[in-house]
């Protein structure tokens, strides 16, 4: 069956091009800096949020009109794989993710739930050997039901925190069967409501322990994705233990498993957690753990997660340029957790809202490519720090120097010469650059 009979493939047609169901930046053969604009973006489309969101939020009821809504339990499930891998055909896309109950429902026991999913896993198999779509990751959903309700990695009941783990190891043979690249872990319910009643040292010493178990059942299958972890500050609890990346970084250096993971960063969840997107790229960038984005947006005025297409061309250029200077996302790559607003009820608003975001972002990497060519922000801070590249600077960088030759250095001081931070002048030069695409 065909769910999608009315749209043709989704082709670049430039700029110029009036045509809804066309690209108008992202021309997945065009070179940049070496490599093709799909090698470099990675493009996924996120299966929850396109296959299985129905338009609801926490005050309304959901409003999505969808060629399989008829449909109920497995034969739903079976139609949105028929729906999904025509969609990822039309869009042209590389990768897709899902969480386990995106695909297909879960059971009355776990047991009954792993056989829904192996049913549906081995259809998804089937259609991956004749499609180009990969699977770019898989993770469990550890924070929907009711028995999440204190936490999975984190729960305050063993039998809870073992179905937790039940559902991360079939996760990872999912992930193996599949051959995904990445394997996420976002702590939906990760966190605390109120210290009144915590125990924080036994719940984050809990998590670690499971995700050590979760590297080592990996090593044991042949597993051999990249571990991520997803940032979120807050919602669904009041603090959560992975609120953004300097957090959750130092988390996995307490619990030695820094080497085993890096960082799925998404962008409203960088914007909840009080910091921009690109802070939260460079963060990860410099500790050399950036390994994937999730690609969406924040409503500013709005206090929570509102999971809008990226849009923001400034912003989707200050995060491709942190991406370049990364040397790309290596296994991961630019997955798209957003959904359409609620009022874009209709089908066909799905390929206009993945065709405005993969626009959004190629229009981001032709400008940070080629800032990056100019060398732009790298001779502005260059300037800015040039009196550490000699004299008593340079003694400060390379610890040659002590608090009294510092205060002996100072202490004849009249005048400082500072300069200008510059700001308005370098937003001016980027909307040159944007207006110049």
């Known amino acids: 069956m065909a769910y999608f009979d009315q749209i043709s493939k ?17 021309n997945p053969e065009e070179k940049i800096g070496g490599k093709t604009m799909e090698e470099i973006l990675r493009y996924g489309i996120a299966y929850w949020h396109t296959f299985t969101g129905d338009g609801g939020d926490p005050f309304g009821a959901g409003t999505a ?11 739903l499930a079976k139609a949105r794989v028929e729906a999904a891998f025509e969609f990822f055909e039309k869009m042209n896309v590389p990768f897709f993710c899902f969480h386990d109950v995106d695909i297909s429902p879960e059971g009355d026991t776990l047991r ?29 959903n550890n924070f929907t039901n009711p028995r999440w309700t204190h936490g999975a990695g984190t729960a305050t009941n063993a039998d809870v925190y073992a179905y937790a783990a039940g559902k991360i190891k079939k996760g990872l043979e999912v992930g193996k069967e599949l051959g995904s690249e990445n394997y996420v872990f976002w702590g939906g319910r990760e966190g605390y409501e109120s210290l009144l009643n915590t125990n924080m040292k036994l719940e984050q010493q809990n998590l670690a322990n499971l995700y050590h178990m979760a590297k080592d059942y990996a090593n044991e299958i042949g597993f051999d994705a990249q571990f991520l972890i997803e940032p979120k500050p807050k919602e669904p609890t009041t603090h959560q233990y992975d609120f953004d990346v300097a957090t959750a970084m130092a988390f996995l250096r307490e619990y030695d498993l820094q080497d085993h ?108 490519q080629k800032m990056i060519d100019d060398n732009f922000f790298e001779n502005i801070v260059k300037d800015r720090y040039q009196t550490f590249e000699t004299g008593i600077g340079k003694d400060i960088i390379d610890g040659k120097t002590s608090l009294a030759a510092l205060e002996a250095h100072a202490l004849d001081i009249k005048d400082i010469d500072l300069k200008s931070g510059q700001v308005e002048k370098i937003k001016a030069k980027m909307n040159q650059y944007l207006l110049n695409i």
């Open 261 to 368: 993971f890096k960082f799925n960063i998404e962008a409203n969840h960088a914007t909840l957690a009080g910091h921009t997107f690109e802070h939260e790229l460079r963060v990860a960038r410099e500790a050399g753990m950036l390994g994937s984005v999730d690609a969406n947006q924040g409503d500013l005025l709005l206090g929570w997660d509102t999971d809008e297409f990226p849009t923001d061309l400034y912003t989707t250029t200050l995060a491709m340029y942190e991406i370049l200077k990364n040397g790309g996302l290596g296994r991961g790559g630019l997955n798209f957790d957003a959904k359409v607003r609620r009022g874009s009820f209709d089908t066909e608003d799905l390929f206009h809202a993945h065709i405005a975001g993969m626009d959004a972002f190629a229009v981001g990497l032709r400008v940070a």
């Open 112 to 140: 009954e739930t792993n056989k829904n999913l192996d049913e549906i896993v081995a259809m998804v198999k089937d259609y991956m050997k004749d499609s180009k779509t990969k699977l770019l990751w898989n993770t469990a």
């Open 65 to 75: 009109k969808r060629p399989w809504d008829h449909l109920k339990g497995m034969d």
């Open 10 to 26: 989704v082709k670049y047609e430039g700029r110029h091009s009036d045509n809804p169901y066309a690209f108008k930046f992202y």
